[in-house]
């Protein structure tokens, strides 16, 4: 007995077969921008690679705009330090000049202007924006970070060591260019106030510093030209000479140390900027005698930034602070002195070399030519030295993100090759699968209008 087909059931293959050639059709249609997939029914290996290449596109592409961020950043960064380094270079020159015994008064007061001008010129360039976005303020980078008053205030007078002096009381390396060896300047005055001796108080810090508030205090002619004597006894460090059994090493040590301090903290007496916290207490009394702090009048500047650096992650991975940082901060870049070093008690005040630098400015100023030959020329050379450092770091910085951006450029070429490997569309093939597609689909919808039965509509 045979079966019979209805029509519906005819109709019913038609319309199932056509919908599939539309299909098929409209995803070439599709693939026309490119693309291969998708979605993942088009093939689900691929796709799951696709997701994967996609997640590491993104991520390229926002370490390439943070590479182009931080340079730009280190770039205006290193230009603006290249120029302070260079108005440093002429404070150091002009320092020298200054310590020249044969300056007449017109000399220094014209040196004293030409200082002091460039200190004002240092400030504000040190205040330097990209956008509206300071480049030195740290994390507070919408602060103005450095502010220089127009007021004098009286700081605390700090002894710089020499090298030589440095190597002796501190047992410094050679090279110490980069950091202040300091002792704190205290004086015996009689009842009319009149300074009847001046000595330095070594607070700590340094390589013989115990940052325990643990201390010596010494004449001025001893830490001036005392100790060399002792250098010819072959002590090469005042803990040499304390150790020796040698009488007249013991005699003339004795001379010039005059006592030892058990417990002194700088920051009990002074801000981290070298004023006194209170104006009615400027003197401590040890064993007995009461020292004053010896004080100058200069400028003040105050750094409103904090000590918080910038990070612009460049590589997947573990995060570097050490080699993703792009900024520098006040302390960076102005290091740190007897007043707000890690034995002092306080906290880095960012502007230690400007403050010092105006200091010089002022002893310039009153012509104090034994000060800036001993001192002075100390100073400006620590100060250029610690700003060329910082310069320095801020240039290696800079050739590494360049370095690391070419790489990511590289990578990115081959993460584009990768996503076309996986997901590309052969565009010769496709225009063909395409032609045929519609002609089948063309074909069927012709065939369908003349085998279909026709509708009550069609006689209308």
Same mark, same amino acid.
């Given at each position: 007995?045979?079966?019979?087909?209805?029509?519906?059931?005819?109709?019913?293959?038609?319309?199932?077969?056509?919908?599939?050639?539309?299909?098929? *059709?409209?995803?070439?249609?599709? *693939?026309?921008?490119?693309?291969? %997939?998708?979605?993942?029914?088009?093939?689900?290996?691929? $796709?799951?690679?696709?997701?994967?290449?996609?997640?590491?596109?993104?991520?390229?592409? *926002? $370490?390439?705009?943070?590479?182009?961020?931080?340079?730009?950043?280190?770039?205006?960064?290193?230009?603006?330090?290249?120029?302070?380094? #260079?108005?440093?270079?002429?404070?150091?020159?002009?320092?020298?000049?200054?310590?020249?015994?044969?300056?007449?008064?017109?000399?220094?007061?014209?040196?004293?202007?030409e200082?002091?001008?460039?200190?004002?010129?240092?400030?504000?360039?040190?205040?330097?924006?990209?956008?509206?976005?300071?480049?030195?303020?740290?994390?507070?980078?919408?602060?103005?970070?450095?502010?220089?008053?127009?007021?004098?205030?009286?700081?605390?007078?700090?002894?710089?060591?020499?090298?030589?002096?440095?190597?002796?009381?501190?047992?410094?390396?050679?090279?110490?260019?980069?950091?202040?060896?300091?002792?704190?300047?205290? #004086?015996?005055?009689?009842?009319?106030?009149?300074?009847?001796?001046? $000595?330095?108080?070594?607070?700590?810090?340094?390589?013989?510093?115990?940052?325990?508030?643990?201390?010596?205090? $010494?004449?001025?002619?001893?830490?001036?030209?005392?100790?060399k004597e002792?250098?010819?006894?072959g002590?090469?460090?005042?803990k040499?000479?304390?150790?020796?059994?040698?009488s007249k090493?013991?005699?003339?040590?004795?001379?010039?140390?005059?006592?030892t301090?058990?417990?002194?903290?700088?920051?009990?007496?002074?801000?981290? *900027?070298?004023?006194?916290?209170?104006?009615?207490?400027?003197?401590?009394?040890?064993?007995?005698? #009461?020292?004053?702090?010896?004080?100058?009048?200069?400028?003040?500047?105050?750094?409103?930034?904090? #000590?918080?650096?910038?990070?612009?992650?460049k590589?997947?991975?573990?995060?570097?602070?050490?080699?993703?940082?792009?900024n520098?901060?006040?302390?960076?870049?102005?290091?740190?002195?007897?007043?707000?070093?890690?034995?002092s008690?306080?906290?880095?005040?960012?502007?230690?070399? %400007?403050?010092?630098?105006?200091?010089?400015?002022?002893?310039?100023?009153?012509?104090?030519?034994?000060?800036?030959?001993?001192?002075?020329?100390?100073?400006?050379?620590?100060a250029?030295?610690?700003?060329?450092?910082?310069?320095? =770091?801020?240039?290696?910085?800079?050739?590494?993100?360049?370095?690391?951006?070419?790489?990511?450029?590289?990578?990115?070429?081959?993460?584009?090759?990768?996503?076309?490997?996986?997901?590309?569309?052969?565009?010769?093939?496709?225009?063909?699968?395409?032609?045929?597609?519609?002609?089948?689909?063309?074909?069927?919808?012709?065939?369908?209008? =003349?085998?279909?039965?026709?509708?009550?509509?069609?006689?209308?």
């Open positions: 007995m045979g079966a019979r087909i209805g029509s519906m059931h005819f109709m019913y293959n038609y319309q199932n077969s056509l919908n599939y050639t539309y299909q098929q *059709q409209t995803k070439l249609f599709e *693939q026309s921008d490119g693309s291969s %997939l998708h979605r993942a029914s088009d093939n689900p290996m691929n $796709y799951a690679k696709l997701l994967r290449y996609n997640v590491s596109e993104t991520e390229n592409t *926002q $370490y390439r705009e943070n590479l182009k961020t931080a340079s730009s950043w280190m770039k205006n960064s290193d230009d603006v330090m290249i120029h302070m380094t #260079e108005m440093m270079q002429t404070l150091k020159e002009k320092s020298v000049h200054a310590a020249n015994s044969d300056n007449t008064e017109d000399d220094y007061a014209a040196i004293y202007k200082m002091f001008a460039h200190m004002q010129e240092l400030v504000a360039t040190a205040n330097s924006q990209i956008g509206d976005r300071y480049l030195f303020s740290g994390q507070k980078d919408m602060t103005k970070p450095f502010e220089m008053s127009l007021q004098m205030y009286e700081r605390g007078q700090a002894k710089t060591l020499d090298r030589s002096q440095a190597a002796f009381f501190k047992g410094s390396d050679a090279d110490y260019n980069t950091e202040l060896f300091q002792m704190l300047t205290v #004086e015996t005055r009689d009842s009319a106030g009149n300074v009847t001796g001046t $000595y330095y108080l070594d607070t700590g810090g340094g390589k013989f510093g115990d940052n325990t508030g643990k201390g010596n205090l $010494y004449t001025k002619d001893f830490i001036d030209n005392g100790y002792l250098i010819a006894f002590c090469t460090t005042i040499e000479a304390e150790a020796s059994t040698n090493v013991q005699e003339l040590l004795a001379a010039g140390k005059v006592d301090v058990s417990d002194f903290t700088v920051s009990d007496y002074f801000t981290n *900027q070298g004023l006194l916290k209170d104006d009615s207490v400027n003197s401590v009394t040890l064993n007995g005698t #009461e020292y004053f702090f010896s004080t100058a009048k200069q400028n003040i500047v105050t750094y409103n930034g904090d #000590e918080n650096l910038i990070s612009m992650v590589l997947n991975g573990a995060t570097d602070p050490g080699s993703d940082t792009v520098s901060t006040g302390s960076g870049m102005f290091g740190r002195d007897l007043f707000d070093n890690a034995s008690g306080n906290t880095a005040s960012g502007t230690a070399m %400007l403050n010092e630098l105006f200091c010089v400015c002022e002893k310039v100023s009153s012509c104090d030519i034994h000060w800036m030959s001993s001192d002075g020329v100390t100073i400006t050379d620590v250029h030295s610690t700003l060329l450092v910082e310069e320095t =770091r801020i240039g290696a910085r800079q050739q590494l993100y360049t370095n690391v951006e070419a790489m990511l450029d590289n990578q990115a070429d081959n993460i584009t090759e990768d996503i076309t490997n996986v997901s590309g569309a052969d565009i010769a093939q496709l225009a063909t699968k395409l032609m045929q597609q519609t002609a089948l689909y063309n074909l069927a919808l012709s065939m369908g209008g =003349r085998i279909l039965p026709q509708s009550l509509a069609d006689y209308l």
